[in-house]
């Protein structure tokens, strides 16, 4: 069993940084896909960013050029960095695993962009 521990979130004004970061229990972390996904109050779950065991990423247009993904396999850990943080990037933040059987989540956390 996989668990996924998140942190980083809190309170940030428009234009703001934060570093989220996931680490992750187990073995074999470096050959499994990473993601982070978000949900903003009433609205569905969202996918931002996702890096693969050979580190390619990818992103959700919406945060394009702002939000960086990344990961430290000697650490179990995915970060996302995120810059230039808008009021609509306000979510709880979730740290996601795929093995290739199946799918782990953390327990998310709350990111809160001020205007």
């Known amino acids: 069993q996989v668990q996924l521990v998140e942190s980083g979130g809190g309170l940030v004004q428009a234009g703001g940084s934060l570093r989220l970061s996931c680490v992750a229990s187990?073995?074999?972390?470096?050959?499994?896909?990473m993601r982070w996904y978000r949900q903003a109050p009433g609205k569905q779950r969202e996918l931002v960013a996702v890096?693969?065991?050979?580190?390619?990423?990818n992103y959700a247009d919406a945060v394009k050029g702002r939000f960086t993904i990344s990961r430290d396999n000697a650490k179990n850990t995915v970060n996302l960095q995120m810059n230039s943080l808008k009021p609509e990037d306000t979510a709880v933040y979730y740290c996601?695993?795929?093995?290739?059987?199946?799918?782990?989540w953390g327990q998310g956390t709350l990111v809160t962009v001020s205007s």
């Open positions: 996601n695993l795929d093995n290739y059987r199946d799918n782990y």
């Open positions: 187990g073995s074999n972390f470096g050959i499994y896909v």
């Open positions: 890096i693969n065991g050979g580190g390619r990423t």
